[in-house]
């Protein structure tokens, strides 16, 4: 075998410590993004947060926060072909003490900021077994049907009801106290008198069957809505009217108000005890309309400042040189993430007015103007890489006039139209929402009508394609949104 030495030119790229956390911050939310902020707080002694309103530096707008459209089309982003190597092109090797803070652009904090009454690590479901145990605590019961009862009430899920059948209650109790079927239906029942009728039921009919037990006697068209429930719930579910109302001997008016009856009812009742927490989305873009201009702004409602403590100045040129080290490595990691940090907004800030650029019918008219847009297009537009602009997307949140939407939703495929021009998906969905909003509640309008007069509106699409879109708008089929009324 013949040995030989061969040269080879090649080109890679190679992500250097600085640039893998610029790329990493790139793609955090607004939480996770906070929750790095505040470790590097607190494992970088040399970086100090300080309240912006405590802050002496000039607080006005710099010109790039609020910048217009018109200007951010006429400047896109200087990057190369290799931008993911470049995105932070500032020169790290310069250590400086005075550098400029990391002040986040920020709006009002009382417009955007929403709490929570409820504690984040709440348990959904001990209000409704507290309440059911106190009202339990009211009764006289022997051991082994206290026994009996609370297993009974601990083992109900967030909407009250009882997943589990009696061989696996009985796993929970003692092997001892191993109670038959006759025993556990007498704690049942009193289980189920407890506070809020339809509670420890298992399954919809008998939740919907304890509740029109609860109810007076002679309420008008009960004993109708009792035969339903118990006989043709399944009929009701599938808004099969007319057979409903042969099987109750009954006219359409008569039922249409026997199902009103039921629809009063409570499905889950465990829910109105069961508290939930509400996880509050805010915006991280804002744009607004100012002198006929659209103007975005990142948002960050703590409005606080992240600079370089003055604190360690003195021990930079310290004899000790394990102290002079640990204060340059600290303090050139202190550098290196708040400019991470100001090239993150300035990344969002770009791709974010490019994309409003682009759907400025969305901004006047909503969801019917969003036109078809890729990553590749803003990428282009900005002249960065794909990858780029989809950290910058990732888990960020725009406030428009019409709403708060994901970055992403302005995404979206094209469709043909008959004259050749193109469409995007998210407007043919909000022509379909907007059919199904003002058809008739007795004549529902078909996923094949749908088509129809997509196609009359010139945009080419498939039955299959409108019922895919249909689905992932969380609306029903024709069929099961009929009413009788």
């Known amino acids: 075998m013949k040995h030989s030495l061969q040269i080879r030119q090649s080109r890679r790229l190679q992500l250097n410590a600085q640039l893998t956390q610029s790329l990493r911050l790139l793609q955090l939310g607004r939480v996770d993004l906070d929750f790095e902020i505040q470790n590097k707080l607190e494992t970088n002694p040399l970086l100090e947060g300080v309240d912006s309103l405590n802050y002496a530096d000039d607080l006005t707008p710099s010109p790039e926060e609020i910048e217009p459209l018109t200007q951010a089309e006429s400047e896109p982003i200087q990057e190369s072909p290799n931008a993911e190597s470049e995105m932070i092109s500032t020169d ?204 975005v702004r990142l948002v960050r409602p703590d409005g606080s400042v992240i600079r370089i403590s003055q604190d360690y100045r003195n021990y930079q040129n310290s004899p000790d040189k394990k102290t002079s080290e640990y204060i340059k490595n600290h303090l050139q990691d202190a550098q290196w993430f708040i400019r991470s940090l100001e090239q993150r907004d300035q990344t969002i800030l770009k791709v974010t007015q490019t994309i409003v650029s682009m759907q400025r019918n969305f901004m006047e008219s909503g969801d019917m103007g969003v036109v078809p847009m890729t990553l590749r297009d803003i990428a282009n537009e900005l002249d960065i890489h794909e990858s780029t602009v989809s950290r910058a997307i990732d888990q960020k949140n725009i406030l428009t006039p019409h709403g708060l939407f994901a970055l992403k939703h302005f995404f979206s495929a094209s469709l043909g139209r008959s004259n050749g021009s193109q469409t995007s998906a998210r407007a043919a969905q909000a022509k379909i929402r907007k059919v199904i909003e003002s058809e008739s509640a007795q004549h529902p309008v078909s996923d094949n009508q749908l088509v129809a007069m997509l196609n009359q509106d010139g945009i080419t699409i498939a039955r299959r394609t409108v019922a895919k879109y249909r689905e992932q708008m969380k609306i029903l089929p024709a069929a099961q949104r009929r009413s009788i009324t």
């Open 92 to 295: 790290y090797d310069s250590l400086h003490w005075d550098d400029r803070p990391y002040r986040p652009h920020s709006e009002s904090s009382n417009e955007f900021r929403a709490e929570t009454d409820q504690p984040m690590w709440h348990d959904a479901g001990q209000d409704l077994r507290t309440r059911l145990l106190e009202e339990l605590a009211l009764h006289r019961l022997s051991r082994p049907d206290e026994l009996i009862a609370h297993a009974l009430i601990g083992s109900l899920d967030d909407r009250g009801y009882l997943p589990i059948n009696y061989d696996e209650l009985r796993s929970i109790l003692d092997a001892q106290d191993s109670p038959s079927d006759k025993e556990i239906d007498s704690v049942l029942h009193l289980v189920q008198s407890l506070y809020l009728p339809g509670i420890a039921a298992r399954d919809l009919r008998e939740c919907l069957m304890l509740q029109l037990d609860g109810l007076d006697k002679q309420t008008a068209y009960i004993e109708d809505a009792k035969k339903l429930v118990s006989n043709h719930l399944a009929r009701l579910g599938k808004h099969q009217y007319t057979a409903l109302g042969q099987a109750l001997e009954i006219d359409q008016s008569r039922l249409a108000k026997v199902i009103a009856l039921i629809q009063s009812l409570n499905p889950k009742p465990g829910e109105e005890l069961t508290p939930s927490v509400d996880h509050a989305v805010s915006p991280d873009v804002v744009v607004k309309k100012v002198d006929q201009e659209w103007v």
